[in-house]
């Protein structure tokens, strides 16, 4: 429960063991880094597929000017590696650590925490110049990461400290989705939309941290990796290190991409649609309950399932009926139903929809 002072924030917990660190020679010790951290863009220009954002921010960093910020946009698309490169452009190695102040725990969001931690800090005044000698904007950061978690009523503080200390204090407010945030919050800030990334800038990033970790992968586990991450680099990044683990010395493959991210393998997914389309209902009693007996969550189940069927051939009639089925399954799930019971019943409504087609 403490607001920290630092540039980058550890998101994996997990104790882990690297190899020789056979990256980039920024490393000062040999101890274990997170490669979403160590591959963190260092600088506005190394962020990828965000030119509007980088075309804005550039201009503003050159001229040691800031607005607020509000960056949204799903997970693992840049948000938080932009403003720290941004930051660090502004102020260099040295002064950062004093004019940055990055709070992103959900918990620290009561009202208590906006009045304190970020008045406290928003009220330290600041020169205008480096030691370098360099201009430096007379401003500190304060960078609010899962600002959507944050209560309406912490939201309103936010918004008469943001108007109070708008003198020496600029900031960036980092959200999933940018409808959570009140209005006289969002009317104050530059909003950027981050795009969730394209498969080929996904594969590019990927191929390059394998390239500096000297890692053996096949081609198809690269492609596997964009596919289950879903436009979220730090995910592929995250799922490519806990492979490069496991396999020490041999090949990255599918099937163990597959293995880490807990995706139903698609064979079976397709297995359990072929018996919902021309089996029994005791042989989809058998395959429904095995799967979830596996280990595998119902709601990725779900959502490879709804993969599937829409690209199968059935009639729109058939599609809506069950992806209406497959919603209210989503819902039930989140409110903590059966697993069992919820895969099961959906899987007898394609069989209905199924047999009625034929
Ligand atoms: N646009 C991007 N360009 C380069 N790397 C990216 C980009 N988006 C994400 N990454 C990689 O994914 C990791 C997580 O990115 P982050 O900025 O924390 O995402 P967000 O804050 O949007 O969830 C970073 O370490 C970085 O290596
Ligand atoms: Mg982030």
Redesign the pocket.
């Known amino acids: 429960m403490q607001a920290f002072l630092k540039g980058a924030t550890v998101q994996t917990s997990r104790p882990q063991k690297d190899k020789a660190a056979a990256g980039p020679g920024t490393e000062k010790k040999a101890k274990a880094v997170p490669w979403?951290?160590k591959?963190?863009?260092k600088c506005i220009d190394?962020?990828?597929?965000?030119e509007e954002v980088v075309a804005v921010l550039k201009k503003s960093v050159e001229g040691a000017d800031l607005p607020n910020l509000l960056f949204y946009?799903p997970?693992?698309?840049?948000?938080?590696?932009?403003i720290l490169a941004a930051a660090r452009e502004l102020y260099g190695p040295q002064l950062y650590r004093q004019r940055v102040l990055e709070l992103n725990a959900s918990d620290e969001r009561g009202i208590q925490v906006v009045r304190q931690k970020v008045k406290n800090f928003a009220q330290l005044t600041v020169a205008g110049s480096r030691q370098d000698g360099k201009p430096c904007p007379p401003f500190k950061i304060i960078i609010l990461d899962e600002a959507d978690s944050m209560t309406g009523p912490a939201q309103a503080a936010l918004r008469r400290t943001m108007e109070k200390e708008s003198r020496t204090t600029r900031f960036c407010l980092?959200c999933n989705y940018i409808s959570r945030i009140i209005e006289p919050l969002t009317s104050r800030c530059s909003k950027f939309r981050?795009k969730p990334?394209s498969n080929q800038i996904q594969e590019e990033?990927l191929l390059d941290i394998c390239e500096k970790e000297s890692l053996k992968y096949s081609k198809e586990s690269i492609a596997a990796l964009v596919a289950v991450s879903e436009g979220d680099?730090?995910k592929a990044?995250t799922f490519l290190q806990s492979a490069a683990r496991l396999n020490m010395d041999r090949e990255i493959t599918e099937s163990a991409i597959i293995e880490i991210a807990g995706v139903v393998p698609p064979k079976m997914i397709d297995s359990l649609l072929q018996i919902c389309l021309s089996g029994t209902f005791e042989k989809l009693e058998v395959a429904v309950r095995n799967m979830v007996d596996e280990g595998y969550a119902a709601t990725q189940i779900l959502g490879q399932l709804h993969e599937a069927v829409i690209e199968h051939d059935l009639s729109d009639q058939q599609k809506s009926v069950l992806t209406e089925k497959m919603a209210v399954v989503s819902k039930c799930l989140s409110d903590g139903a059966d697993e069992y019971l919820q895969m099961l019943s959906l899987c007898s409504v394609i069989m209905q929809q199924a047999s009625q087609h034929n």
């Open positions: 979403v951290e591959y963190r863009p190394d962020v990828a597929f965000q946009g997970p693992g698309t840049g948000k938080t590696s932009t980092i981050f990334l990033r680099l730090r990044i």
